[in-house]
């Protein structure tokens, strides 16, 4: 029973036939294929608005791929302090932007605020002595599973547009959001500000292609360069787009989230008074001491301690394809602590 | 009829189910599965000696992490002039070395010489007005279709190491080139003095990963941070695993090269007055004047016009799973001009 | 009556006179003259021990050089929040090393301690999702005007080493910190466990040359070669190592921070009460209010609000060549308000 | 008897004053100084036209920051083979641009032309595969102690800009190219579509500064923040500015200049049958055999072998500032030979 990760889920069956089904028939190579040429438009649907689509292998590569797009060799990107940019991804950024640093910032919830934003950049000068602000980047569904609305992400985008800076959405759970808000798509993106969004599949019963999507036509210009260079353009990019295809065909990325947030909702509802942070994506943070998790250990479920919400946080994740039975257990387990 | 490249194939059977077999079941994330762990010791195997492997989602990728992890941003690399990490690459060796350059060497039938790359090598001071050598890439089979024989290979790395220079090949067509020889794995690479290895598999029957293969347990250390940092490392490493390890498995790599292979020879047989190379591997490289190239794309053979080997050059390559009529009608078409 | 920045002082005469002395004669390029051929024997005798120099045109170019030796592009960097490389040289380290980060802990009085480093430490993972810990860097004087005592600096070296980090000093203000403890130079620097010093000479009385003063063997390996490609070897490099040469000759750098030190300390005795930081080199951290701040802009003063140490704040510098009226004026002048 | 180099000559006491004048004033650090705030209408007479004007410590940092701010870090360079960018800078062009890629050329005596860079751009494809041409840089004098006309400068420059090419000038002998030419500085330069120089100062009786000129108003734009994170942006900046500001006061450049092309050209004059190169700068590159090398060094004459113009190739540069009786020995001994 192991809420360590959405990455342990498996893959959807629409993926894995999107797969097969690419594996027979020849294609042309390198984004010549038809899978790869139908992504804008689909895409493109799905967010009622042009734009363009780029495969690539992992989240880290999409997130680092649009940073740096955004991002001069001396830039600076504002993030909130735990987001997975800084925390997690080994300092892809500075790699793919030939040196931009990160201003961390702390925010409730994981979630960034105008305000705390203003206050961090009201201590910077901005001279030539310093790096310079040129992206903001949000987490949706945030590290702490919480969920910007609409109208938060606008302000937080107006507030980078005024300073001169580009707007990044790491969405590795952007369905997460979307399933848990019920609006459009658009609404958490380009009609609210964001310019490229790294949208996640793999978590989401993916199986090894994330889709970067870029609403700004200047910033996609650089992309095509940086993704050869760094090796994540794929010679066979049919089994990559077909993934994505059959991700968005259908709503299957929108019904995997909805099930993986209902199973978060459930656990979430049977302890109240244990949450760390509102629980509206697929992550539960638990005030558990140590008895509790080892009780919980020994009947057999899995999850992180999670020391960056203090001394006594765990994280359980739910997968999209998380077992009903587990789910069912781990809350009665919970109630019994 | 198709003869452009060997990414337009098809993937093979064994690789398919290997994929499909690692979509159900459950797993840790990044390179903590089953699969993942595996890789060392079937590589291992399979060249007679310990190894690390890392899967990659393209052959620039692996060309360009392996490389780095050789080269300082100050040093340079020795390849020939028509290699692909010169001229098909976008600059990936400086991106991921964070500078260094290539010192490009003519070769005949696309294969470096010690005596060329002596003779290079003597109109360079190499004192710290100059990038420092410091890494030798061989690309085996070459972009000629051509293949180093273990000694050729050994001198070559000797002339290297005398120079304080490590040893990389690039083996997209590795297998072809194996299949040509007859000869053992390990005979070509570390017992030849190869210290990293690009190990092909994507063109040769596999779907979106490569093998990276250490020999050299130094050149090991920086690799999984620059993976990571690269976004190279896939949140759900079993699917590239487990394509890795069908390729090995049962000779599937090796099998695939030869029916490549015979396609070429095929070929070759029937027109040896128009080759440009010898053809040793699953490429053709044929002189066709503009009429000749006219008739065959109007019999519907595909295939690219080849201007580094001057004006009049065609290449054709034969996929693994080329059609056998296709084959054998290019071959009267062929010998019908 | 300027007391903005140590900057604005003047070149001391020996400085120039050396500058003058090596303008005639003829000399070979790129670090073969006479002058550079006597750095490493000059600067060991100072230190006591044999060492590597450099001469750079910044304080920022030795920083990123020495601190480059030090860390790998996936590499971090232990500094105080306020540290001159983390607020003031616009990302020199990232472009330097490729990439590497920045880890910032705050620090009483702009000094690092075990137990702050030691806290932000075990909030990190450190694993291959993360830049790797590489160099702890220590800016002695602090930014904030403190000395970093011979066992304080031992302390935190141990500290480092015992991590696997090696030891940078950012020494602009190097000399004012030894005026101030008495010690040999050897004692805060090797013999505290320093492997590199950034040894500050232009605010101090030069005038276009620092010394990067190399302890460690195996971190001088890489330097001339990052320092050529850096633009940063001068090629009529006689002008920028008679500078260095003339500033330790003698002890023209410990002369001269004494004088600032003691202006410092005599407008720091003259108004106890409102002292930020304890004065212990050339730098007047004062809390003045904003009234207070016109009154002296009035009189002609000359200094820098200080964000950073809250509102306020103001920062005022002794330049080694400041004027004795002005500092009894200033003196008389806090006094008055 | 030094004719080894001119960066072996001494500092003319029109910069040697300027610098000395500066000493004593205090000023404003970090180009705020009056000196640093006169140098762009300074060039700008000079050249007839606004411009941009950065002081740096080398000709290396000068072509450097010049080029990265034309090439993006998967730009490539149409340069000559034997350009110091090239040949003689460490990879300085890949280090400041995050990559970029040098493309050669060969030219007849050191000279780029429109057949020679047209006949190499048809054997690129320049797809997404490959670095994407962005720059040309001219060397001015060239390498080969030539000169391009105007007009040879306007077409190269025309060839660039039709194929989304800006235009570099590594002009560190243009003074020497403009004596020779007798010419506007403004007719080699932008008049003839160049868009940055580097203003070649040291060699000429400069001591430690060299100018950026920037004439695209677009490509000034990121120059502050890459000079300054590389350490370049001197804390006392005066001392920069002053040499720069002394060298084109009252023509001292252009003096120092013909002085050292007379020099040239004597020598020339007296062995036009030993020319390897048309003698157009301070420059002679001469066919001397091995009897005929030893026979002059054992006269006491100092000159480098250079092999990159064949066995049997030396090269003899007069400096501004070289003895007369020198120059006559120096032809009296090779019309003796």
Redesign the interface.
């Given at each position: 029973m192991?809420f360590?990760?959405d990455?342990?889920?498996?893959?959807h069956p629409a993926v894995?036939a999107a797969?097969?089904g690419a594996?027979?028939?020849?294609?042309?190579?390198?984004d010549a294929d038809d899978w790869t040429a139908r992504l804008d438009a689909a895409f493109g649907a799905l967010f009622e608005t042009p734009c363009r689509v780029f495969a690539?292998?992992?989240?880290?590569?999409?997130?680092?791929?649009g940073l740096a797009a955004m991002l001069?060799?001396?830039g600076?990107l504002w993030c909130e302090r735990e987001a997975h940019v800084e925390?997690?991804?080994?300092?892809?950024v500075?790699?793919y932007s030939?040196?931009?640093?990160?201003l961390l910032v702390a925010g409730a919830h994981g979630k960034l605020s105008v305000e705390a934003l203003s206050e961090a950049a009201g201590?910077r000068r901005g001279d030539?002595?310093?790096?310079?602000a040129a992206a903001l980047s949000l987490t949706q569904a945030t590290e702490a599973g919480t969920v910007y609305a609409p109208d938060e992400i606008a302000a937080l985008s107006a507030w980078a547009r005024a300073r001169g800076c580009r707007v990044h959405m790491d969405g590795a759970r952007f369905a997460n959001a979307v399933a848990h808000l019920g609006c459009a798509p658009a609404d958490v993106t380009w009609r609210a500000g964001v310019e490229i969004l790294s949208f996640g599949c793999?978590?989401n019963g993916g199986?090894?292609a994330e889709a970067l999507v870029v609403f700004a036509p200047d910033l996609a210009a650089?992309i095509?360069?940086?993704r050869?260079?760094?090796?994540?353009?794929?010679?066979?990019g049919r089994?990559?787009a077909a993934q994505l295809l059959a991700m968005i065909d259908g709503g299957v990325w929108l019904a995997n989230a909805r099930a993986a947030n209902a199973g978060a909702a459930a656990i979430a509802a049977a302890v109240p008074q244990r949450l760390l942070h509102p629980v509206q994506a697929n992550e539960v943070f638990l005030r558990l001491d140590a008895d509790e998790r080892q009780a919980l250990r020994r009947q057999g479920f899995g999850f992180y301690e999670w020391?960056?919400d203090g001394p006594g946080a765990a994280r359980l994740v739910v997968?999209w394809d998380a077992d009903s039975h587990a789910i069912a257990a781990l809350v009665a387990a919970l109630r019994a602590l």
């Open positions: 192991d360590y990760s990455n342990a889920a498996g893959v894995l797969v097969t594996a027979g028939p020849h294609a042309k190579g390198y690539v292998p992992s989240g880290t590569a999409a997130n680092a791929l001069p060799p001396w600076a925390v997690d991804e080994a300092g892809a500075p790699f030939g040196g931009a640093t990160h201590r030539v002595h310093q790096t310079q793999i978590k199986m090894s650089s095509p360069h940086r050869k260079r760094a090796g994540l353009m794929p010679s066979k089994f990559a020391e960056s997968r």
